[in-house]
């Protein structure tokens, strides 16, 4: 095991001493680290983590092998999970290829409960949306996700936005691909107020200068009035536009001194807010039915977000990650009508794979 190990959120090495294992409690792990670090007793990952995959199968020796077992069982009985002395998945200390994904997007566009809603559909479905990749959760997330989901979907309590300065993390899942390739998906959201400005991301959002693919979220309140001049359509809300895109690209590019190269996906959040949706059946079918269903999908939402206003969004996105790495994409965390329906009631998430699929799609190397 290496002497130091990347935490991909602070983007800061620790020992491997100070990476440690997090059992499933029923609570967010991330509340049970204070200012001093990891809550008292946890235990060293070295001690407690699960072999890499495959491992034990390149034992050498009967003896040794069957050693290897009894040590891996130990380890994985007490269901332990990697954390930084911040609180955060270390996702390199587990057993399969990290991808990261940045989750931006304007004040209000629902971030938070977008990472919910994505989480709530691995957690039911067991795959990502109708791709053919199977999904799962790390275990010392899955009761805290569960008491929220009740909380939003059954109870129509709404998730609080993230204060400003505030990372909430996401989630993190593991991934297993049709050719059998294994990855660990970790999602990072970055509050709107972050992202106004290229010295706030290095302040809090540093884990966007190695993110494997960025999606950025749009809320359809705050897109432009087509009758006034820089006033969102809702009075109020934080208006969508291409500054927000340049300052992902300039954050990126001042950091690493190269042209951002990562997917870009720009989703429509609250996408039940726009009625006039062309109608478009999901397939259930081969990988290739799927991949054309997303790239149609992507000019559907293109063409939307021309109608609605965006051009300049769709161009500053084009022109700053590149039309190979651009796509678009439209999501509801809640899935509400929202001509009929209050808060609370039959909700659930619609299409929020959509633009994680995208982005593995065209990120996975």
């Known amino acids: 095991m290496t002497e130091t190990m990347l935490c991909r959120h602070c983007l800061k090495d620790y020992p491997t001493s100070q990476i440690v294992g997090v059992q499933a409690t029923g609570i967010d792990p991330q509340t049970l680290f ?15 983590g699960s072999s890499p995959t495959d491992a034990v199968g390149k034992s050498a020796w009967w003896r040794k092998k069957r050693r290897a077992l009894d040590d891996a069982a130990t380890k994985m009985g007490g269901g332990y ?12 200390a587990l057993a399969d290829k990290p991808f990261v994904i940045t989750i931006a997007g304007n004040v209000g566009a629902a971030k938070s409960t977008y990472l919910l809603a994505v989480a709530a559909e691995i957690y039911t479905a067991g795959r990502l949306g109708i791709t053919s ?11 805290p996700l569960k008491q929220k989901l009740v909380s939003v979907y059954n ?9 400003e300065g505030e990372i909430h993390e996401g989630y993190v899942a593991r991934l297993q691909f049709e050719n059998g390739e294994r990855r660990s998906l970790a999602l ?59 300052n992902l690209a300039d954050g990126i590019e001042q950091a690493t001194g190269q042209r951002v190269k990562v997917p870009f996906i720009v989703a429509i959040s609250k ?29 559907i939402v293109r063409n939307m977000l021309v109608a609605q206003g965006l051009e300049p969004v769709v161009t500053a996105a084009l022109s700053r990650f590149g039309a190979e790495r651009t796509r678009f994409a439209r999501v509801s965390a809640l899935g509400m009508d929202y001509e009929h329906l209050g808060y609370g ?21």
């Open 81 to 92: 999970d990697p954390y930084c002395p911040k609180g955060h998945v270390v996702i390199d």
């Open 34 to 48: 204070g200012t001093d670090g990891p809550p008292e007793g946890a235990p060293p990952w070295s001690e407690v």
């Open 345 to 365: 009631g039959s909700m659930k998430p619609d299409g929020c794979w959509r633009p994680i699929a995208l982005a593995l799609l065209l990120g996975r190397v």
């Open 155 to 163: 109870d129509g309590q709404p998730l609080p936005p993230t204060p």
């Open 188 to 246: 990072y959201d970055v509050p709107g107020e972050v992202i106004r400005s290229v010295q706030k991301v290095a302040q809090s959002g540093r884990f966007l200068y190695t993110s494997d693919a960025i999606i950025l979220l749009l809320d359809p309140d705050g897109f432009p009035d087509p009758n006034a001049f820089l006033k969102p359509a809702v009075e109020g809300v934080e208006m969508a536009g291409p500054q927000m895109v340049h």
């Open 133 to 143: 990749t199977v999904a799962s959760l790390l275990p010392s997330q899955v009761d």
């Open 271 to 299: 996408s039940d807010k726009i009625v006039d949706w062309p109608a478009h059946a999901a397939p259930i079918g081969f990988p290739a039915e799927v991949q054309k269903y997303l790239e149609d999908e992507s000019d």
